[in-house]
């Protein structure tokens, strides 16, 4: 099948991966920084980008039960509203607080159509996991699933068919995503995620722009307080390479996509971006400095090189009053 790839310049350096003094290895990508107005900041490669969202639309595909009082219709406690916006890594609190979920309202595990695979906190420890079979409730996806079968219990719609597209609660997140984005519900691009719901690929700028809107909404949306109620989890990372963070201080939207997925090259890129955005005091940059700048290690232990960032952001040929000076990092 053919595919078409994205124009030269819409990827840039972000990140390099260095052996002694030599550059090894570079991780291209793109970001977008806009204001809650959908206004390009700055910027790194092509802004709009088509991008898919991954797990970083999971506070958007929450807005529907969270704006039908679902929240309090259940009794759904902070931790297992941070759930649904969450990928979770498995953990026994994780399994436990989804398995409350569902419980809630009146949903079994055998309901959950997010599929299965090894609890991610074996990989975080360094661990090998046990062999499978594994439970739904493990999979990093579950709170978002016991979320969308609860909207069914409570809008009274088939539990059977919740990932469908034309099931009631698709159209409910598609409309969601569409107001968010500022995209044309007949323009987003669909297609199925890893835990096969929907999913959307939309403008780098775009997703940015959801997420200055989600840290900044107040009650005068279409929404209520629903967005409100979700900004306390209002960063996000997506598989293959996708961040999007919300800066409620500052009324800016942050999305990254390293071209190659990589994980590497995104966590300095996303530490380099907040730093030249003027987002981290000393204590920020300490805190996350191993993630800024990564020691790379063989298998003997031995320090070979380092993960760092090449981000340089630019202003856009009009953009909004900000800073007159490009940041790089």
């Given at each position: 099948?053919?595919?078409s790839?994205?124009?030269?310049?819409?990827?840039?350096?972000?990140?390099?991966?260095?052996?002694?003094?030599?550059?090894e290895?570079?991780?291209?990508?793109?970001?977008?920084v806009?204001?809650?107005?959908?206004?390009?900041?700055?910027?790194?490669?092509?802004?709009?980008?088509?991008t898919f969202?991954?797990?970083?639309?999971?506070?958007?595909?929450?807005l529907p039960?969270?704006i039908?009082?679902?929240?309090?219709?259940?009794?759904?406690?902070g931790?297992?509203t941070?759930l649904?916006?969450?990928?979770?890594?498995?953990?026994?609190?994780?399994?436990?607080?989804?398995?409350?979920?569902?419980a809630?309202?009146?949903?079994?595990?055998d309901?959950?159509?997010?599929?299965?695979?090894?609890?991610?906190f074996?990989?975080?420890?360094?661990?090998?996991?046990p062999?499978?079979p594994?439970?739904?409730?493990?999979?990093n996806?579950s709170?978002?699933?016991?979320?969308?079968?609860?909207?069914?219990?409570?809008?009274?719609?088939?539990?059977?068919?919740?990932?469908a597209?034309?099931?009631?609660?698709?159209?409910a997140?598609?409309?969601?995503?569409a107001?968010?984005?500022q995209?044309?519900?007949?323009?987003?691009?669909a297609?199925?995620?890893?835990?096969?719901a929907?999913?959307?690929?939309?403008?780098?700028?775009?997703?940015a722009?959801?997420?200055a809107?989600?840290a900044?909404?107040?009650?005068?949306?279409a929404?209520?307080?629903?967005?409100?109620?979700?900004?306390?989890?209002?960063?996000?990372?997506?598989?293959?390479?996708v961040?999007?963070?919300?800066?409620?201080?500052?009324?800016?939207?942050?999305a990254?996509?390293?071209?190659?997925g990589?994980?590497?090259?995104?966590?300095?890129?996303?530490?380099?971006?907040?730093d030249?955005l003027g987002l981290?005091?000393?204590?920020?940059?300490e805190?996350l400095?191993?993630?800024?700048?990564?020691?790379?290690r063989?298998?003997?232990?031995?320090?070979?090189?380092?993960?760092?960032s090449?981000?340089?952001?630019?202003k856009?040929?009009?953009?909004?009053p900000?800073?007159?000076?490009?940041?790089?990092?």
């Amino acid at each position: 099948m053919a595919v078409s790839l994205p124009h030269a310049g819409a990827h840039v350096p972000l990140a390099v991966e260095t052996r002694g003094r030599v550059v090894e290895s570079v991780h291209y990508g793109a970001v977008a920084v806009v204001d809650r107005q959908g206004n390009i900041v700055y910027r790194a490669g092509d802004p709009d980008l088509l991008t898919f969202t991954r797990s970083a639309l999971k506070p958007l595909q929450a807005l529907p039960f969270v704006i039908a009082g679902g929240l309090e219709r259940f009794g759904f406690s902070g931790p297992q509203t941070a759930l649904l916006c969450a990928s979770h890594s498995g953990e026994p609190r994780h399994v436990a607080a989804v398995a409350d979920m569902l419980a809630k309202s009146g949903s079994s595990a055998d309901e959950l159509q997010c599929g299965t695979h090894a609890p991610g906190f074996y990989e975080a420890r360094g661990e090998i996991p046990p062999p499978p079979p594994y439970s739904p409730l493990a999979h990093n996806c579950s709170g978002k699933h016991a979320g969308m079968l609860a909207y069914c219990v409570l809008c009274g719609a088939p539990k059977a068919t919740y990932l469908a597209l034309d099931h009631p609660l698709q159209i409910a997140i598609r409309r969601a995503v569409a107001e968010f984005t500022q995209v044309p519900e007949a323009e987003l691009v669909a297609a199925v995620d890893g835990c096969s719901a929907p999913n959307y690929a939309v403008p780098l700028s775009a997703l940015a722009r959801a997420y200055a809107r989600l840290a900044t909404a107040d009650r005068d949306t279409a929404y209520g307080d629903a967005p409100r109620r979700l900004a306390d989890w209002i960063t996000k990372i997506g598989a293959e390479g996708v961040q999007a963070i919300g800066v409620r201080s500052h009324g800016l939207g942050i999305a990254i996509k390293v071209a190659d997925g990589q994980k590497r090259g995104l966590y300095p890129a996303i530490v380099a971006v907040l730093d030249a955005l003027g987002l981290l005091d000393a204590e920020g940059r300490e805190a996350l400095a191993a993630l800024g700048r990564r020691t790379v290690r063989n298998y003997r232990g031995l320090v070979t090189g380092e993960v760092e960032s090449t981000v340089v952001l630019d202003k856009p040929a009009h953009p909004s009053p900000t800073s007159e000076s490009a940041f790089s990092a």
